[in-house]
């Protein structure tokens, strides 16, 4: 139990970090969480907070993944990293047709709040631009790299909000993400070059 608070207290903290915020519909009620401090104080949350942070986290940490994996699936080499990254990259985006309406229906902005952030997991300008430049093995090892780290960290966030979230269909498509990661990182064993 306290491994699973410390993860969802850590969730919780992009809605604390400059310029990582969640942004929260203003109609959105305050309630106190059982999510405590590590002193055991409980912390005032919106109600759906946790719900919002993995949403406006999961949407551009898919975007950015799923621009890398349709490089992949036009530039790699490797015949099995480039099936692996085409079918990875139609998941990605059939996850993101499930993402935007719960977004809306959360009254969340379409806009990526965490836009020029250098995130664990989360493909950024930077990472497609060094992708760009690579050639061959090189590329190929950018790509497995880079889409590990996003398939493990969108796993451990998904995990928190099916343990911290409230609103049913964002933890429904939460625990859908952590099965889904699994079987990819198992995937990803047996094309990564």
Do not use: Y
Not at 23 to 49: D, K, M, N
Request: some cysteine; aromatic content about 2%; glycine content about 8%.
């Amino acid at each position: 139990m306290k491994a699973v608070r410390g993860t969802a207290a850590a969730l919780l903290v992009l809605l604390a970090v400059p310029g990582c915020s969640a942004a929260t519909p203003a109609s959105t009620p305050v309630r106190t969480s059982p999510v405590g401090t590590p002193a055991g104080v409980p912390v005032q949350t919106p109600s759906g907070a946790t719900d919002a942070a993995w949403l406006q986290l999961m949407t551009p940490m898919n975007e950015g993944a799923v621009e890398l994996l349709t490089m992949a699936a036009d530039r790699a080499t490797d015949p099995g990293l480039r099936s692996w990254a085409t079918d990875l990259a139609a998941s990605h985006r059939a996850e993101l047709e499930q993402m935007r309406p719960l977004l809306r229906q959360l009254g969340l902005p379409a806009t990526n709040v965490h836009e020029g952030h250098e995130m664990p997991g989360m493909v950024t300008p930077g990472d497609l631009a060094q992708a760009r430049a690579a050639k061959g093995a090189a590329f190929e090892k950018v790509v497995v790299v880079q889409i590990r780290e996003h398939l493990e960290h969108s796993a451990r966030v998904s995990r928190s909000e099916v343990d911290a979230g409230s609103e049913a269909a964002a933890k429904k498509l939460a625990a859908s993400l952590v099965e889904a990661r699994a079987a990819e990182l198992g995937a990803l064993k047996h094309v990564a070059p």
